[in-house]
């Protein structure tokens, strides 16, 4: 069974940080790419990043290139989202995701967090 669990959101003002951060098994860590993803009121589910558990390799959404960084620790098996420079439009609903890399990266997912509310205000 895969568990992903979320801490982190709030609310903060334009132009903040937050930093996510999603916690699993070391099963789940180093068996699957970890990501996130974000829902707005009314719009869909997107992908935002995604971390490779082999190569470490990273994926972002251009909505977010050069503002949000994905990193990993392995020791205690968490990955997180460094949310800088945040704007209005960043508020979502934020979900962590677990899931082959392809799958994340085409926007797709296996396993998925309850979700963390990011807010931000102008």
């Known amino acids: 069974q895969v568990q992903l669990v979320e801490s982190g959101g709030g609310l903060v003002q334009a132009g903040g940080s937050l930093r996510l951060s999603c916690t699993t098994s070391?099963?789940?860590?180093?068996?699957?790419?970890i990501g996130w993803f974000r829902q707005a009121p009314g719009k869909e589910r997107e992908f935002v990043a995604a971390?490779?558990?082999?190569?470490?390799?990273?994926r972002y959404a251009d909505s977010v290139k050069g503002r949000f960084t994905i990193s990993r620790v392995n020791a205690n098996n968490t990955v997180y989202l460094q949310m800088n420079s945040l704007n209005t439009e960043d508020t979502a609903v934020y979900y962590c995701?677990?899931?082959?890399?392809?799958?994340?990266?085409?926007?797709?997912?296996?396993?998925w967090g309850q979700g963390t509310q990011v807010t931000v205000s102008s």
């Open positions: 995701a677990a899931s082959r890399w392809r799958a994340l990266t085409s926007g797709t997912s296996d396993y």
């Open positions: 070391r099963r789940t860590f180093s068996t699957y790419a």
């Open positions: 971390i490779n558990w082999s190569t470490l390799s990273t």
